[in-house]
């Protein structure tokens, strides 16, 4: 229950931002229920902070009201019931100028201003590094508010795994098994190529788990000559297709990124990995080769019941932290216990895939060629 005085909270905001990822309307279902326990309103924000931002963009004034009706039945669905985006950092807010260039401003104590007029004590801010960033800026101004780690990629600091990540990694090993019937019926060169920006999480565990024949990841900048071998070794061994998983943040020895856009007050946008990977490859063995790139596939649909139970989980210890009197703090899996860690550790630097993890060894083992 609520301690009553200046500073109990009445009323809450929930923010997603970032890219979507199943399990976030978990996360909100949780929020809520355990927000209403304690007799506190929830206010969904939407599209980030937008809903606070411009609310003029929004017939309802960019505030959703969340009661436990509102939430009934959406523990199971995918994206988010208030909308998210991952333009319009308010750290780095793009702004036009009258000559046409665009110049990015800091918007957040605006922010920091629209949420006292909007009545919201707290807030429960669902996001990856992004969005966190923000949290923990808008925390150092003086906002309560508590983070929850979300993104397929996994590539959260402090926290040993992000929701979303399982139902991505899950649906990827799907695809992969399911190339190796047309693989192999034409004896083909398969590509596939995943998200995951700069960290190879899902590249690397749904690689191992379709049985792919190569895995190329951001961490270790590959030799295209390696993967060629690797596949000349496959055929000559009997094999008649081969598989090989590239994460979209993967690139050559000594080149840069793949990149298909950047933007002002947005991250840069990662692509078209797979498709050149799988022209040089086809160039090399002189095998038929295709690509297929699973992209925002990997971010829809039903949430597995680990990312569902994690997303409740966070959602409930994000409540609980707040009428701890917590702020500043970040949710955490640290199995089998869910703990808070500070927002500024979480976002300090990114997880990247440690080269000397038992994944990338067991990988190692079971033959498959990481480029190097
Ligand atoms: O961070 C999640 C993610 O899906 C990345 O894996 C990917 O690089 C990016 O978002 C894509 O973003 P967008 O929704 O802008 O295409």
């Known amino acids: ?54 609310p003029d963009q929004y017939r309802d004034g960019g505030l959703m009201a969340l009661t436990p009706e509102r939430v009934r039945g959406i523990t199971h669905l995918g994206g988010t019931i208030i909308g998210t985006t991952n333009q319009g950092n308010p750290l780095r807010f793009p702004v036009q100028k009258p000559d046409g260039t665009t110049v990015e401003v800091d918007r957040c104590d605006e922010l920091v201003r629209g949420l006292a007029a909007n009545g919201i004590d707290a807030v429960v801010a669902v996001g990856g590094d992004g969005s966190l960033t923000i949290a923990n800026a808008l925390a150092k101004r003086g906002v309560r508010i508590v983070g929850v ?3 397929i990629d996994n590539d959260l600091s402090r926290t040993v795994i992000t929701f979303g990540f399982d139902t991505a990694v899950s649906f990827a090993t799907e695809c992969i098994d399911r190339l190796h019937s047309t ?7 398969m590509v596939v190529e995943v998200m995951g920006r700069y960290a190879g999480w899902i590249a690397l565990n749904s690689g191992i788990s379709g049985t792919s024949d190569a895995i190329l990841i951001p961490e270790i900048p590959y030799d295209l000559a390696r993967v060629g071998e690797k596949i000349a070794e496959r055929f000559s061994g009997g094999g008649n297709f081969a598989i090989v998983v590239v994460a979209e943040g993967a690139r050559p020895k000594g080149a840069s990124y793949s990149v298909v856009e950047k933007k002002a007050g947005a991250a840069e946008r990662l692509g078209g990995a797979g498709e050149k990977l799988a022209e040089e490859l086809r160039k090399l063995t002189g095998r038929d080769t295709r690509h297929v790139v699973l992209g925002h596939l990997l971010r829809g649909g ?3 019941t680990f990312d569902r139970l994690l997303s409740l ?60």
């Not at 929930?14 to 206010?43: C, K, M, Q, Y």
């Not at 693989?183 to 060169?189: C, L, M, N």
């Open 1 to 54: 229950m609520p301690k009553a005085g200046r500073n109990a909270i009445r009323r809450i905001g929930i923010s997603t931002g970032g890219g979507d990822a199943p399990g976030l309307n978990a996360v909100i279902r949780a929020v809520v229920l355990s927000a209403h326990n304690r007799g506190w309103d929830v206010v969904g924000i939407r599209d980030g902070y937008n809903g606070v931002m411009l």
């Open 149 to 151: 780690p979300k993104t």
């Open 183 to 189: 693989a192999a019926s034409h004896r083909r060169v």
């Open 302 to 304: 039903t949430p597995t």
């Open 313 to 372: 989980r966070f959602g409930a210890a994000a409540v609980r932290a707040l009428a701890a009197g917590k702020s500043g703090v970040m949710v955490a899996l640290d199995p089998p216990k869910v703990r808070y860690v500070p927002l500024a550790e979480a976002t300090e630097r990114m997880k990247c895939v440690p080269l000397d993890c038992d994944t990338i060894l067991t990988a190692r083992e079971l033959g498959i060629c990481l480029g190097d």
